[in-house]
C-alpha cells in the first residue's frame, strides 16, 4: 500500500473528527439511510489544471486533494446505494462507496444527474465500451440532459450499447427508490447551455436534506432559500466562490452566490438554521478549502458548516 495514501487517509480522518460532528469516521456508520460525501471540490477538482503549486502542495501533504462534487445515498436496510453526479473522479468514488459504505453484488443502484457540465456528468464515459462495458446502469436526468445524451456523442453510444439506461425526472415529481427513500429534482437558474439545471430533495425516514450543487445566484431562484432550508436538516450548498475578486476573470460569466452572499441570506436565522448550511463544491480558488481560514472558522462558529470527504448525514 502507497504510504502517501495512507497518510492522506489518516489525515482526512483525523481532519473529520475534528471538523463536523456529522462525520466522526470512529462512530460506526448508520444502520437506516444515509448520505455521505465522497467529494466537494467544484467541476476543475483539486488541484487543479494549469496551477502547478496546487500539485505540489498535494504532493508534499501541505494540501488535501479534493475530488469533484458528489453524494451517495445508502439504503442499508434495502441494500441499496445512489450516486449524486457522475464526476470525472467517479471510479474513485464508486469504489469508496462500494469497499467503506455498502458493498453488494450491483455497481451503483442508480446515478442522478444534476446538469450537463462538465464536473457532473463527465464521469458517465468510465460506463462505456473503452472502460467497465456496464449493461443498463440505471442514469435519471431531466428532459434537456437526457435529450442531450441521447442526442451527442459520445454519450449517445451509452445509450445505444445499453450502458446505461436513462429513466426521465420530472420537475418536483418525487421518485420513490427504496421504501424509505424519495428523491425530488426541482429546477435552479444556472448557465444551461446544454441542459437544464436541477437541485435535489432528498427524504429519508426521519430527515431530509436539499442538494443544490450549481446555481446562479440566489436572487434568481424562484424559491426563497431561507425558507427552503428552514424545511429541511442539511443543506448541501454551492460555495463555488467566496468572494468577489477571487478568480482572475469576470467573475459574471460564471455566476455563483458568494459564501458572503449566502451568509447573508441567513442574517435573521437562529444557529439552529445556519447549522443546516453544509458549503459545498468548492473552487480551487476558494480560501475556505483552507480548514484554518479565519474567515471559515468565523463562519463555523456561528454554526455554518463545511463539507468534508467521508462525512455522513443520517436521514
Ligand atoms: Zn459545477
Ligand atoms: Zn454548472
Known amino acids: ?27 460506526p456508520l448508520p444502520n437506516s439511510p444515509y448520505i455521505t460525501i465522497l467529494g466537494i471540490a467544484q467541476d476543475g477538482g483539486y488541484p487543479h489544471i494549469n496551477n502547478n503549486s496546487e500539485f505540489e502542495q498535494v504532493e508534499d501533504d501541505s494540501s488535501l486533494k479534493e475530488l469533484v462534487v458528489s453524494l451517495g445515498l445508502v439504503d442499508p436496510i434495502n441494500q441499496k446505494k445512489f450516486l ?14 462500494e469497499r ?26 468510465h460506463l462505456g465500451r473503452e472502460a467497465m462495458g456496464s449493461k443498463n446502469i440505471s442514469v435519471m436526468a431531466m428532459p434537456r440532459m437526457k435529450t442531450f445524451l441521447e ?50 430533495k432528498i427524504d429519508g425516514p426521519n430527515k431530509s436534506a436539499l442538494f443544490i450543487p450549481d446555481i446562479d445566484k440566489w436572487s434568481k431562484w424562484e424559491r426563497d432559500l431561507l425558507t427552503e432550508v428552514e424545511k429541511v ?9 467566496f468572494a468577489e475578486g477571487e478568480i482572475p476573470r469576470p467573475m459574471s460569466e ?4 458568494f459564501v458572503e452572499e449566502t451568509v447573508n441570506a441567513f442574517a435573521k436565522a437562529d ?45
Not at 480522518?13 to 469516521?25: A, H, Q, V
Not at 449524486?84 to 469508496?96: I, V
Not at 460564471?254 to 452566490?257: A, F, I, K, S, T
Open 1 to 27: 500500500m502507497n504510504i502517501r495514501n495512507v497518510v492522506l487517509g489518516c489525515l482526512l480522518i483525523c481532519f473529520s473528527c475534528k471538523e463536523d460532528p456529522g462525520i466522526n469516521r470512529k462512530l
Open 84 to 97: 449524486f453526479e457522475a464526476t470525472p473522479d467517479m471510479p474513485e468514488q464508486l469504489s469508496n462507496l
Open 100 to 125: 467503506n459504505y455498502l458493498k453488494t453484488d450491483k455497481i451503483i443502484d442508480g446515478i442522478f444527474l444534476t446538469h450537463a457540465h462538465m464536473g457532473h456528468y463527465t464521469g458517465l464515459m
Open 151 to 200: 442526442t451527442n456523442g459520445p454519450w449517445e453510444q451509452l445509450v445505444s450499447l445499453e450502458n446505461i439506461k436513462i429513466l426521465p425526472l420530472k420537475e418536483d415529481v418525487s421518485v420513490q427508490v427504496t421504501k424509505k427513500l424519495k428523491v425530488t429534482p426541482f429546477l435552479v437558474p444556472h448557465r444551461d447551455e446544454y441542459s437544464e439545471t436541477v437541485g435535489y
Open 233 to 241: 436538516d442539511y443543506a448541501f450548498l454551492d460555495a463555488t466562490f
Open 254 to 257: 460564471v455566476p455563483h452566490p
Open 271 to 315: 444557529s439552529t438554521t445556519k447549522s443546516k448550511v453544509i458549503f459545498i463544491h468548492f473552487n480551487h480558488s476558494n480560501p475556505a478549502l483552507d480548514q484554518n481560514f479565519e474567515e471559515r472558522r468565523k463562519l463555523e462558529s456561528m454554526g455554518f458548516r463545511f463539507a468534508n470527504q467521508g462525512g455522513v448525514y443520517k436521514l
